[in-house]
Each structure stands twice: as structure tokens, then as C-alpha cells.
């Protein structure tokens, strides 16, 4: 069982940036996928971006020029800076861990991008 811990969400206006950190505890297999979802009000969970444990990153079209996604393998975190940030961004966004298709979700934290 993987317990994870979202922080770093909150208020902004439109151009502005946050960085979202991720906490991974627990068993920890050593290789796995961190990531990013998000899940706009009355739209579907939808992938941000995710990183493995060996360092391949997969982004949205929606965010890829304006976002970065890293780890800290010691630290099981996992950390998103999102820049120039839209009102479109808004949601709230979920961490998520995998290990061969097992997952395991944050509780969400909410992102609001004001115009």
C-alpha cells in the first residue's frame, strides 16, 4: 500500500506559477511511475504529466511548454511546476503512483486560476 500526499495547490491569477509536491510512503517498489492528473469540474480525470522512476516523462499537449515535471527518488517525491498558468488549468489535481498497472491516488488538492 502506497499512502501519498499532495501539497502546494491554492489560488492564482491567470500568468501566474505554482509547484505541486507529491509524497510517496510506504512500500515502494523500485521502479514505478509518478504523476499528475487533474480533474476539471464536470470533466474527466485527465493526465498532466508523469515521470518513472528512471526518468522518461510523458506530458498533456495542454501543459507541456509551460510545465516540468520532477523526482526525488530519496525522497519518494514527486514535484510539478506549472508556469503561465490558465484559467483552464483549474481543477483539482491528484498524484498518482504505479507500479504494473497497480495505482494508487492522492486525496487531490485544488488548483483555481483566476483571469
Known amino acids: 500500500q502506497v499512502h501519498l500526499v499532495e501539497s502546494g495547490g491554492g489560488s492564482v491569477q491567470a500568468g501566474g506559477s505554482l509547484r505541486l509536491s507529491c509524497e510517496a510512503s510506504?512500500?515502494?517498489?523500485?521502479?514505478?511511475?509518478m504523476g499528475w492528473y487533474r480533474q476539471a469540474p464536470g470533466k474527466q480525470r485527465e493526465l498532466v504529466a508523469s515521470?518513472?522512476?528512471?526518468?522518461?516523462?510523458v506530458y498533456a499537449d495542454s501543459v507541456k511548454i509551460r510545465s516540468t515535471i520532477s523526482r526525488d527518488n530519496a525522497k519518494n517525491t514527486v514535484y510539478l511546476q506549472m508556469n503561465s498558468l490558465k484559467p483552464e488549468d483549474t481543477g483539482v489535481y491528484y498524484c498518482?503512483?504505479?507500479?504494473?498497472?497497480?495505482?494508487?491516488w492522492g486525496k487531490g488538492t485544488l488548483v483555481t486560476v483566476s483571469s
Open positions: 498518482n503512483f504505479a507500479h504494473y498497472g497497480v495505482n494508487s
Open positions: 510506504g512500500i515502494i517498489f523500485s521502479f514505478n511511475v
Open positions: 515521470i518513472s522512476s528512471d526518468g522518461n516523462t
